[in-house]
Nanobody, 123 residues
Framework: QVQLVESGGGLVQAGGSLRLSCAAS????????VGWFRQAPGKEREFVAA????????PYADSVKGRFTISRDNTKSTVYLQMNSLKPEDPAVYYC????????????????WGQGTQVTVSS
C-alpha cells in the first residue's frame, strides 16, 4: 500500500515554470512506477509523464515533450514534475499515481492515486 500527496501547484504566467512534487508514504517506494496525469474541466483525464522505479524509463505525452521533465528521488520517496514553458492549454488538476511494474501511460493500470494539485496558467 502507498499513499501519495501532490504539492507545488499554483498560478503562473504563460511561459513560466512550476515544479510539482509527489510524496509517497509506505514501504519499498522504489518498486513503484509513478505517473503524472491531468484533468481539465470538462475534459477526460490524460497522461502527462511516467517514470519507472529505477528511472530507466520515462515516457512523455507528445504535448509536453521538451517542456516537462519527470524525475524521482527514491531516498525521499518523491517524484517530481518540472514544468517549463507553460502554455494556456496546460491548466488542470495534476494527479500522481503509482503502480508496480512498468511505467505506463494507461491511467486505469495505476492502483494508487493522490488527491491532485491545481495548476493555473494566466495568459
Amino acid at each position: 500500500q502507498v499513499q501519495l500527496v501532490e504539492s507545488g501547484g499554483g498560478l503562473v504566467q504563460a511561459g513560466g515554470s512550476l515544479r510539482l512534487s509527489c510524496a509517497a508514504s509506505g514501504r519499498s517506494f522504489g518498486i513503484y512506477a509513478v505517473g503524472w496525469f491531468r484533468q481539465a474541466p470538462g475534459k477526460e483525464r490524460e497522461f502527462v509523464a511516467a517514470i519507472s522505479g529505477t528511472s530507466g524509463s520515462t515516457p512523455y505525452a507528445d504535448s509536453v515533450k521538451g517542456r516537462f521533465t519527470i524525475s524521482r528521488d527514491n531516498t525521499k520517496s518523491t517524484v517530481y514534475l518540472q514544468m517549463n514553458s507553460l502554455k494556456p492549454e496546460d491548466p488542470a488538476v495534476y494527479y500522481c499515481a503509482a503502480r508496480t511494474g512498468w511505467a505506463l501511460d494507461y491511467g486505469p493500470s495505476y492502483d494508487y492515486w493522490g488527491q491532485g494539485t491545481q495548476v493555473t496558467v494566466s495568459s
